[in-house]
């Protein structure tokens, strides 16, 4: 068994701080998620921090940029 939490996590963070999005997201933030559907855990982000509903269109933009810099990460790292 593979524990790869620790490959994900920094796309996390590198993705909320762009202020396009502008959530936190800590290494507790991102474990206490584990297992929950990507796209449920940007509304539960979202809700938390900015008190509302994210938009459907918000959801997918973070999750496109956050795969993004993952597979960027992934090429300068080696997966």
Do not use: C, N
Request: hydrophobic share 35%; glycine share 6%; aromatic share 10%.
């Amino acid at each position: 068994l593979l524990d790869t939490m620790p490959i994900f996590y920094p796309s996390w963070p590198r993705t909320g701080q762009q202020p396009r999005f502008g959530l936190k997201i800590t290494e507790l933030d991102f474990y206490r998620l584990a297992g929950v559907p990507l796209p449920d855990m940007v509304q539960r982000l979202h809700q938390s921090q900015k008190g509302s509903e994210a938009s459907a269109d918000f959801v997918r933009d973070f999750l496109e940029e956050k795969i993004r810099l993952h597979k960027e990460e992934e090429a300068e790292k080696g997966p």
